[in-house]
């Protein structure tokens, strides 16, 4: 809950702020790692798909339809793509046939790692051609800004 003292008006005006600004940020890296990046992009979902079962290996489908806000039945097409693409691994379960764990291949792993290193390069050059004190607001919102991605995703469960 905002403190007393905030009001409305500048709820409204930082969140105005946020909503034009995270998108064009994702956009802007996005494009720069689309120029280096040697592999065609994969489309959002398969990412964030990808990215899931690297953090939570051994998801099911169903868990990942879960964590990523989707049908089930969408987050089997994009296992079923990335599959063919040699990008993920379905595993039976042991103890039920009807369940497949999901895997990364050493493919996806190393395509995964290589886009981390990307962003995590192109975010730290731009963040060298800011002042000390952008860097130490930035630095200082980095909670903030998790916590909010925390209360929007519980949000959307």
Known sequence: MPAPSTSEQ???HVAAGLVACLPALHRALERRIGQDFPHPKLPEGQLALLRLIE???GV??????DALLMKPNN???LVSQLSEQGLLERRQDTA???????????????????VERLRGAHVAHALRALSDGQLDAL?????????????????AH
């Open 139 to 155: 630095g200082s919102a980095l909670g903030a800004l998790n916590a909010l991605t925390g209360h929007l995703h519980s949000a």
């Open 60 to 65: 099911t489908v169903r868990e990942a339809a």
């Open 96 to 114: 039920d046939k009807r369940i497949a764990h999901l895997y990364l291949t050493a493919t996806s792993r190393a395509r995964l790692a290589e």
């Open 75 to 77: 987050v089997s097409a």
């Open 55 to 57: 953090a939570h290996e």
């Open 10 to 12: 500048d709820i409204d």
